[in-house]
């Protein structure tokens, strides 16, 4: 006989259990049984918020015991359900503030497919919701633990005696994951981790990885929202926020949904990706069955492990961008870094107020190319920005002259409602702006066609975007997709999207390269 989660201490009371009329529904279809599977819960859940009394522990049975016998029948909470759904037995422990914990956390696992398993037998993993307000409460919290692991041997927990991890590790080193109260997203991303939601194309009207506007073989990914900086130019801060950092074990399911559904190239995408993790302390989550740190380095590293080609974005050049050059070598992470440097000038760096001093930065560069030979780095800029003198100009042309940049972007500066930079004196005239952007355009173009010219002759690594009649259309490890080159494969009908190939380069423009597959 399967050992039930624990019920003797199930004491809420719930009001109006058997007022629905229920009897209407019958022989629904799938999809509308799965409604009404949803409605039961939706409603289940409205009378859980009436409980008038205190409730010391709430089991996953209260959900089928608290339902009427024939609304469980005709919603089919039995027959119809998939066998194949994941089952997550669920202890709550605590207040009733963990209670509501507990219900938003099933909530949305519920909402994701998985089903509530009313004994540790039919639990594929078991969430135990703690409670650390005494210390007894603590010992029960370890003594529900230590049942779970018993009975069922895969843990979740969760909940306020959570912050005292390195305890609960000490008197049961196997639980899988330990997360804090309130940590709703990380105790989510835990239990994908340790069972991932099925995706079911019936029920489901979005595929697993989600909707794209991206072709199919490359998608972005979003690392963080917001941004801890002030430029003086840009209101995004205002707009957006801080930084808010996604947690790490998040950021990489997403990123293997991604790889699943066929993708070969992840854009690491955000604000100021290098700093990612600040917000959140570096906090660790877990990703198959290890701890990851949210730090730069660690989630490039991590991204590296997933076998597609992997591209970095709006990374600004803090000394800890140093340690993922080497992943770059490695052939781990695509050796392309996209830094929007925006000027080169100390004294309208500083106007701007970009943390960024030139030669710190050109020295940076060289260390990177020591590390990376042959690593691309592209950038936008921006000319005229207020009180850039002709100097300051001249000295951007020289250091992007020094630097070496492969692709750059220029924009006219252009005062935006609410930035600090539309106070600042000296404006640059839009017919100063306009020849700037000229000269800065001509001297991007002599570096890149003097950069192309040396691939001619070179067999490089290409992925492939677009097929027609005449041939393919792909792009090198050094060019992004929408901003960069392109590498023309004339004659190449005979290949799909996304194709990974290796292609010989027998000519180069400005921007553009040509070759033929090897
Ligand atoms: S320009 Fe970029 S780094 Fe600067 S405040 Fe705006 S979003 Fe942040």
Same mark, same amino acid.
């Given at each position: ?188 991303? @835990?239990?994908?981790?340790? /069972? =991932?939601? &099925?995706?079911? !194309? %019936?029920?489901?009207?979005? *595929? ?120 770059? @070598?490695?052939?781990?992470? /695509? =050796?392309? &870094?996209?830094? !929007? %440097?925006?000027?080169?000038? *100390? ?125 393919? /259309? ?45």
């Amino acid at each position: 006989m399967p050992m039930s989660l624990p019920s003797g201490a199930v004491s809420a009371r719930l009001i109006g259990q058997d007022t629905l009329p229920f009897s209407i529904i019958k022989k629904c279809n799938p999809r509308a049984i799965a409604s009404y599977r949803d409605i039961a819960f939706d409603w289940f859940y409205e009378r859980r918020l009436a409980v008038n009394e205190p409730i010391g522990l709430m089991t996953t049975d209260t959900f089928e015991k608290c339902m009427p016998k024939p609304m469980a029948d005709n919603v089919g909470l039995s027959a119809a359900k998939p066998q194949t759904s994941p089952k997550v037995g669920f202890v709550s422990l605590g207040c009733p503030k963990a209670l509501v914990d507990s219900e938003r956390i099933i909530t949305k696992l519920r909402a994701e497919g998985y089903d509530l398993a009313p004994d540790y037998a039919g639990a594929d993993v078991v969430v135990v919701n703690t409670c650390g307000f005494l210390d007894s409460a603590k010992q029960e919290s370890l003594d529900a633990i230590g049942e779970a692991i018993t009975e069922n041997g895969r843990v979740i927990v969760t909940g306020c005696f959570g912050v005292e991890e390195d305890r609960i590790r000490q008197a049961h080193p196997s639980v899988l994951a330990v997360t804090g109260p309130h940590q709703y997203e990380q105790v989510i991303a @835990a239990v994908h981790d340790a /069972l =991932p939601p &099925l995706h079911d !194309p %019936f029920l489901d009207l979005v *595929p697993a990885e989600g909707l794209r506007l991206t072709p199919r073989h490359y998608a972005y990914l979003k690392i963080s929202e917001g941004c801890n900086n002030r430029c003086a130019f840009c209101i995004i801060p205002t707009l957006r926020g801080d930084l808010v950092s996604r947690p790490i074990a998040n950021v990489m399911m997403e990123a293997e949904r991604l790889v699943k559904a066929g993708v070969k190239e992840l854009l690491i995408i955000s604000q100021d990706t290098s700093a990612y993790g600040l917000d959140i302390k570096y906090a660790e989550s877990q990703w198959k069955g290890r701890a990851l740190p949210a730090r730069f380095h660690d989630l490039c590293s991590a991204l590296g492990e997933l076998g597609v080609w992997v591209r970095l974005h709006y990374v600004y050049p803090y000394p800890h961008v140093d340690s993922v050059i080497p992943l770059m @070598a490695d052939g781990r992470l /695509l =050796p392309y &870094l996209d830094v !929007p %440097f925006q000027h080169a000038s *100390p004294t309208v760096l500083k106007a701007m107020r970009r943390p960024a001093a030139q030669e710190k930065t050109l020295d940076r560069i060289r260390r990177w190319r020591q590390i990376c030979p042959d690593i691309a780095l592209r950038s936008t800029f921006i000319v005229g920005f207020p009180g850039e003198t002709e100097a300051d100009f001249s000295f951007l042309l020289e250091w992007m002259r020094e630097a070496r940049l492969a692709r750059v972007g220029c924009f006219r500066y252009e005062p935006v409602a609410g930035a600090k930079a539309n106070e600042l004196p000296g404006i640059v005239p839009d017919e100063v702006k306009e020849e700037r952007w000229h000269r800065f355009m001509a001297v991007a173009q002599e570096l890149s066609a003097e950069r192309l010219a040396g691939m001619v002759g070179r067999q490089i690594d290409v992925i492939i975007d677009e097929v027609d009649d005449e041939g393919a /259309l792909a792009r090198s490890q050094w060019d992004a997709p929408e901003i960069d080159g392109s590498v023309f494969l004339n004659g190449e009908a005979n290949l799909q999207r996304g194709d990974l190939v290796k292609a010989r380069i027998t000519h180069a423009d400005a921007y553009d390269l040509w070759g033929a597959r090897d």
